[in-house]
């Protein structure tokens, strides 16, 4: 449970335990009985106040796996028992333009789990149930849960890239969507190099790993110009260093829901010429849609793309965060809650 924002060290206590009662589902909601839940960077955006709840106290956690425990009496998508995956689209107006034409992650109302709405850093959690995914066989919980943020948001971002077969595809930023991106490009653009940037020297070797055929650090200049690139950091240095490696024409695709201002006076190292002149675009990625979200499960499946996970027990969720905070990533992390969670 998140009582207050703050900066979250290893003293802080911001994140705390708490008995709350199994919360009440409407009538066209179910109740899901949490099993794991994966953590994402954008948790320490609410924590830290850059993208502060709309509610407190809230329980954080957008990537849940569980089983429907009850169902609302309007609730016949599913049946008790059910495995389903919650997602951070925990509802839109489903009325408004963007919501009418498939673009339910720009609704003014768009409403994310773990923010708005409790969410899976829980034993149980309600959503409605056309907000709710089946997860393939193929995956197990903890396998399932990351692919429900940072690889549903890595296939929105990589398909807003615009990338073609054959053409050099960036990362900057190598944590949880990182790396499902770089398998999801494999399989996709088969004739696509990938350059990776990124901040250690194990999340390079990692990169190494999975196929990339260049890994350096964010400042390096990669041995190509690339097509595309894909931040998933949460600063600016590397948005000015992405640009400069662009093509003529060439896309870079921010993925973060919030950027720190540390070190925001690296915009002021911006040149026309170099880093947007030919026609270079930015473009942001905001939330996702219900449809990325099943889209992505059916190909994560197909290929199979599967997650390189760390587990840890939902209450070191604080430490969980803080590794995620001083980068030390290996894949994505995913909280457990224990069958009969005691404090
Ligand atoms: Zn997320
Ligand atoms: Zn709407």
Known sequence: M????????????LLTFTDIPVPASADDEILVKVSVCAVC?????????????????VVPGHQVVGRVARRGKDARRFAEG???????????????EFCLSGQENLCARFRATGRDANGGYA?????????????????????AAPLLCAGAIGYRSLR????????????TGFGASGHLVLKMARYRYP??????????????EFARELGAVWAGAANEEPPDLLHAIIDTTPVWAPVVAALKNLTPGGRLVVNAIRKEDLDKNALLSLEYPKHLWLE?????????????????????????????????????????????????????????IPDEFRQ
């Open 123 to 143: 034993e149980y959690v309600t959503v409605r149930e056309d907000f709710a995914y089946p997860i393939p066989g193929t995956f197990s919980d903890v396998e």
């Open 280 to 336: 270079k675009e930015i473009k942001s990625v905001a939330n996702v849609t219900r449809r990325d979200v099943q889209e992505f499960l059916a190909l994560a499946a197909e290929v199979p793309i599967r997650p390189e996970t760390q587990e840890y027990p939902l209450r070191d969720a604080t430490k969980a965060l803080l590794e995620l905070k001083e980068g030390k990533i290996r894949g994505a992390k995913v909280l457990r």
């Open 82 to 96: 059910d495995r389903v995956g919650i997602a951070w689209i925990h509802s839109s107006c489903g009325a408004c």
């Open 160 to 171: 807003l890239a615009g990338l073609n077969d054959g053409q050099n595809l960036g990362l």
């Open 41 to 57: 960077h954008t948790e320490l955006d609410e924590i830290e106040g850059r993208m502060s709840p709309s509610r407190l106290p």
């Open 191 to 204: 004739r696509s190099n990938v350059f990776v940037f990124a901040r250690g020297a194990e999340e390079r």
């Open 2 to 13: 998140l009582r207050e924002t703050g900066t979250l060290d290893r003293t802080s206590s």
